[in-house]
């Protein structure tokens, strides 16, 4: 595998490790961010990534993508829970629409009652006092920002500063001192538990 992808899964695989024990109810934050969204765009990382020297730098090394593959599978299954199935007569099926998922856009209209299903979203820019009724796919939509707590500040404020205490204790590594790669783990972690 050529120098650049090695290190870059090796990276990822890094960042897993590193950050698994940051934790918000009871998700390590590695597995609700999305790693290549945090080092797309960001030119220093993508020129250290194409130097052979740069998997020095991490405790994890990564020869190549089905290793790679086969530990990130592990990681996702340590983080499904068994939940007791409830049957619930009057409820709806509520659907995270996510372009990262790539569903196309029929498939929600195709498989999906009107009646019996709702879209949710978490669009912080949406006014918290607005009941915005929106229709999507066909779908009705209901934001969840409008149904949060005044506590959830607070835990995103403790999330956030756990993130900067570990970017601190890895003064070693000078991916993770990267000011770009912080701002955007920071701003992640803000927008993604909303």
């Known amino acids: 595998m050529e120098t650049k992808m090695r290190n870059y899964w090796s990276l990822y695989y890094h960042f897993l490790q590193e950050f698994k024990e940051l934790t918000y109810k009871g998700f390590s934050l590695p597995y609700i961010l999305h790693f290549p969204n945090l080092v797309r765009n960001n030119k220093e990382v993508a020129n250290a ?16 993508q089905r290793e790679f593959q086969a530990a990130f599978t592990k990681y996702v299954n340590s983080h499904h829970k068994r939940f007791k199935k409830k049957k619930i007569n009057n409820g709806k099926i509520a659907i995270h629409v996510d372009p990262i998922l790539r569903i196309p856009d029929k498939s929600y209209e195709k498989s999906f009652k009107k009646s ?31 149904y949060r707590t005044s506590a959830y500040k607070k835990e995103i404020l403790a999330v956030q500063n ?7 204790s890895t003064k070693h590594s000078p991916f993770y001192q990267n000011q ?10 803000h927008k993604q538990l909303k």
Do not use: M, W
């Open 49 to 64: 990534l194409g130097q052979e020297n740069f998997a020095d730098t991490l405790t994890y090394q990564i020869n190549h």
């Open 116 to 146: 019996k299903s709702l879209i949710v979203v978490a669009d912080p820019t949406t006014s918290s006092t607005s009941k915005n009724k929106t229709i999507k796919f066909g779908l009705p939509v209901k934001n969840l920002c409008h």
């Open 162 to 168: 756990k993130a900067r205490a570990l970017f601190q």
């Open 180 to 189: 770009l790669f912080q701002a955007k783990v920071i701003k992640k972690f």
